[in-house]
């Protein structure tokens, strides 16, 4: 049996880690910026998701925010310090921060509430899995700053959502609410605020027993096979379930031979 959720975490780092059993609860912790993205963040970021990548224990991981906000993108203050908008941009994402989230072989679960916007909304969309709380509000504002989504959003919304959506939300930065959320396919659940880390700890919960080459498999024919067509998707499938079963196999031989040793 699984301890509570962790309590309301310290306002002090970027980002906060906190390992509970073999779940990782990674929070994004500039509240009173609305845990807007900058430069301290995405260093602890990428080292946080570096030390889940390389941890063999962990099952599971859950992204939340801190405060009012799950994240609201970058922190617009940086732009005024680089000669452009491009520029702040690259000192934002020299490290390929959304590539290691997306690289993780867990499964990684979004618990958004509040503003979820422009990269936060991004981070959600790189998640296996969405939560919302019914407070939360999402938007894909870029267009309006001159530039297009850049945290892979223009690529994976549309893997997550229908075309259509996801190009009405990329071009026209409108605002949708949790509902409507769910409704085109950003997030699996809405619930209460606050039920949300408690929903999000059932649901990692339950990822978490399942086994992790299953896991890794099936998030890479997901991943890997729409990239091609579906003949070629079948074949990628067909394949790594042969290896499954083939490391399975491998796995109940090596059972057995130690309970004979015994």
């Known amino acids: 049996m699984h301890d509570s959720p962790p309590s309301p975490p310290d306002p002090q780092p970027a980002v906060l880690y ?18 807007a993205y900058n430069v301290a963040m995405r260093d602890a970021l990428y080292e946080v998701l570096s030390a889940a990548h390389d941890d063999p224990e962990l099952r599971a991981l859950v992204l939340r925010g801190a405060g009012n906000a799950f994240s609201t993108g970058g922190d617009v203050s940086e732009f005024g310090q680089a000669p452009s908008p491009v520029a702040a941009r ?11 989230l997306r690289a993780l072989t867990i499964p990684t679960v979004a618990a958004v509430h509040g503003f979820t916007v422009g990269g936060g909304m991004e981070m959600a969309l790189l998640c296996d899995v969405a939560i919302a709380a019914e407070d939360a509000r999402f938007c894909l504002p870029e267009t309006g700053l001159g530039m297009i989504p850049g945290v892979a959003g ?5 893997r997550r959502l229908k075309p259509g959506w996801a190009l009405d939300l990329c071009i026209t930065g409108r605002w949708i609410d949790a509902r409507q959320a769910l409704f085109v396919g950003l997030v699996a659940k809405v619930v209460p605020r606050e039920t949300l880390d408690e929903t999000a700890w059932q649901m990692a919960d339950r990822l978490s027993r399942l086994p992790r080459e299953c896991i890794v498999m099936a998030k890479r024919a997901v991943a890997e096979g729409l990239n091609g067509p579906l003949a070629a998707g079948l074949e990628l499938e067909e394949r790594l379930a042969r290896r499954l079963a083939v490391l399975q196999g491998r796995s109940a031989r090596q059972t057995r031979s130690t309970t004979r040793r015994r």
């Not at 073999?22 to 500039?30: E, F, K």
């Not at 690259?90 to 290691?100: E, K, L, Q, S």
């Not at 223009?154 to 549309?158: D, E, G, I, L, Y």
């Open 18 to 35: 906190d390992k509970r059993d073999d779940i990782a609860w990674v929070t994004l912790n500039r509240p009173d910026k609305l845990n």
């Open 154 to 158: 223009t690529q994976t919304a549309p």
């Open 90 to 100: 690259w000192i934002r994402f020299r490290r390929d921060v959304w590539g290691r």
